[in-house]
């Protein structure tokens, strides 16, 4: 099966600073790799996703790239701000299933 | 349009007991998943169903049971709990396989 390992586990950085958590996975049949924030006690949301055809993808403050030789794909988020403290998980999708990192825990620093 | 909903939200369970965690979604999706998170980890996948009819196995299937009532419900069930089974379960549902997965609320679910 899959396998998506995700870096850092933990990462700190000061408001307004960026951010960037990575993931690589290992099969290259992975064609959908989705982002999910996750609050503690709360259930993952989706903040933004890629498909296979695609490089990048930006939406506001956050944007996705995807280098699909190297079977990597990042996460960026511009000026954070204390709101952006969570759990970050990234997936990849590989024939129906998904397989996800083992998270991020981003802490935003006022 | 409740999306998708998991009962029980908390169950406390001894070594060996069965249940069932249901899971139910209103938004007309054909994939529904069924996930475990332990402490500091992601999810990994129990049972998927692509349609309904179908389940197929996932990371970790050992020590469960699914079944695909219907288009709207997929149900988890331990046969006998075991303390590994300690964990948060969670339920999601897909329109297609490159779409927004969305996910219900979890199952705190405590074997002692």
């Known amino acids: 099966g899959e396998n998506v390992e995700q870096h850092p586990s933990t990462l700190s950085v000061q408001e307004g600073d960026s951010a960037v958590i990575k993931c690589t996975y290992s099969?290259?049949?992975?064609?959908?790799f989705p982002w999910y924030k996750q609050e503690l006690g709360k259930r993952p949301q989706l903040i933004i996703d890629i498909r296979s055809n695609v490089g990048e993808k930006k939406d506001q403050r956050i944007a996705v790239t995807l280098n699909k030789t190297a079977k990597h794909f990042s996460l960026h988020i511009t000026e954070t701000q204390p709101e952006d403290s969570a759990v970050y998980f990234c997936a990849a999708n590989n024939f129906n299933k998904f397989y996800f990192g083992s998270g991020t825990k981003l802490n935003v620093k006022p | 349009n409740a999306g998708v909903t998991q009962t029980p939200k908390f169950q406390v369970l001894k070594t060996g007991q069965s249940m069932t965690l249901q899971c139910a979604q209103d938004?007309?999706?054909?994939?529904m998943y069924w996930y475990r998170q332990d402490p500091g980890m992601g999810l990994r996948l129990i049972y998927y169903s692509a349609s309904e009819g179908t389940t197929d196995k996932g990371e970790v299937p050992n020590g469960y049971n699914v079944s695909r009532l219907n288009k709207r419900e997929f149900s988890l069930r331990l046969e006998s709990a075991a303390p590994s089974q300690t964990s948060v379960y969670f339920c999601a549902s897909i329109f297609r396989t490159d779409g927004e997965q969305y996910f219900g609320p979890g199952t705190r679910l405590t074997v002692t």
């Open positions: 938004m007309n999706h054909n994939s």
């Open positions: 099969d290259s049949a992975s064609n959908y």
